[in-house]
């Protein structure tokens, strides 16, 4: 099955600024890297969303203001999160569109989406439009039943939100705890309400988390939920501020972590859409969603020294895993019994 990938250089247009931690040039970053390793399978180009599939996910009033940029500041603009910048409506158009692009595919990867936290009527955590969002409003017009699993560090809190009553999308987030870091949701207890009780799962984690405690959170958790949910089509939302090296998170990943969190989504679904999300280390971000796209299209990349060098680094700091272990164990009890009436896990 051929994977999509989609880019544009346009992608670069979405600059919060010199200082912003989001920046664009780690999308350029990862495109050369798949092209320098040859395993780019079927390159598509980006292109912007239309207006119309914005209301998919956002109000008039809040496409408007950001279309003419008045009174952003009523809609979470002028922050050091979310600054007012240049072409602030035009340069979102592109991450939204190509998300949306990646609907017409039953195998795909948008590296300039997942932004997860943008609001319907509000800006939030770098996201000025939630592409996540349009992207599976438009997938419920050809399936039944969607799942939607992010593994970036920050909870995906806008895309819960405007799934939190439906039962035909399965929400998962792992993430570090929102008692440690951003946005501060993402607890156990919040399951849904209505129809859609019971179909949005949360996996906080503690600081130190390592690939041996993430993992076995992943397999006993995320993969027998999906099973029983059965989905027609994953949308994974992949951020790589998972990582050991990230500067805005304290998740303990390694590259090789990653990859094995991967290969365990590949065994969910056949069809797959895969977008980007956080990650803010340059040299972390690229080697990341390179083999993640490798993996979605059956080929691997070698990246032994790599792994070898990031497992002697982490060796040093084992010890701190000791309350991450105890963390992941409460998080485990707490959401089995939450779930129990509706997910075995």
Known sequence: ?????????????????????????????????????????????????????????????????VKTEKNLEMYGFGTPDNPIFKNIFESSLYYVGASVQCSGYSRAFNISGGLHHAKRNR??????????????????????????????????????????????????????????????????????IGDGRGTTINIPLAPFTTDEIYLDMFRKIVLPITKDFDPEIIVTQLGIDTHYLDPLSHLYLTLKGYGDVIREMKKISKKWIALGGGGYNLETVPRAWALAYSIMRDVDI?????????????????????????FADVTYKNLKGEISEYFSI
């Open 123 to 192: 800006a939030s955590g770098f996201c000025v439009f939630n592409d996540c969002v349009v992207l599976i409003k438009k997938l419920l017009e050809k399936y039944r039943r969607v799942a939607y699993i992010d593994i970036d560090t920050h909870h995906g809190d806008g895309v819960q939100e405007a799934f939190y009553t439906d039962p035909r999308i399965l929400f998962i987030s792992i993430h570090e705890s929102g008692k440690f870091l951003f946005p501060g949701t993402g607890d156990t207890s919040e399951i849904g």
């Open 302 to 326: 070698d990246f032994t020294k790599i792994y070898e060098e990031e497992s002697k680094e982490v060796k040093k700091y084992k010890d701190l895993g000791t309350n991450a272990k105890y």
């Open 1 to 65: 099955m051929k994977t999509a990938f989609l880019y544009t250089e346009n992608f670069m247009k979405y600059d919060l600024g010199e200082n912003h931690p989001l920046n664009p040039v780690r999308l350029k970053k990862t495109y050369d890297m798949i092209k320098k390793y040859n395993i780019l399978d079927f390159y598509v180009e980006a292109k912007p969303v239309s207006e119309h599939d914005l209301y998919l996910a956002h109000s008039k009033e809040y496409i408007e203001a």
